[in-house]
């Protein structure tokens, strides 16, 4: 884990009792996982499947709070919220505004995943 990583996910190694192995395998199964429910969350967005999309909206929302808990994480709790009241218009309102944030985030778990394999 390079000291950039350190200082972007320091948040998320307090949360793993400063445990970098443990941040770093959290981020290989996100970096494999996350991309996939990613686009099938856009699929169900574009189906206007509000109870679907509210499943995956969390389901994704679990997988990034660890590395993230502010930003992206409390849009995506808007999205949920508008997905079990069967609002599809606002579902697709708070996506297209925290899609972007969460690209970014998985990017860099990404890179953090890629940066702890080669280090091994």
Do not use: Y
Request: a negative charge; hydrophobic letters at 45%.
């Amino acid at each position: 884990m390079t000291e950039e990583q350190k200082n972007r996910f320091a948040a998320a190694l307090l949360r793993v009792a400063g445990d970098c192995e443990l941040l770093a395998a959290m981020a290989s199964m996100v970096a494999e996982d996350a991309p996939e429910v990613l686009n099938n969350l856009r699929d169900q967005i574009a189906l206007q499947d509000t109870q679907q999309v509210a499943s995956t909206a969390h389901k994704l929302k679990g997988m990034l709070s660890t590395f993230e808990t502010a930003g992206p994480m409390l849009e995506l709790e808007e999205l949920i919220s508008s997905a079990k009241k069967g609002h599809p218009k606002d579902v697709a309102s708070h996506f297209a505004a925290v899609e972007g944030e969460i690209e970014v985030l998985l990017n860099e778990i990404c890179l953090l995943h890629r940066a702890s394999s080669n280090s091994d």
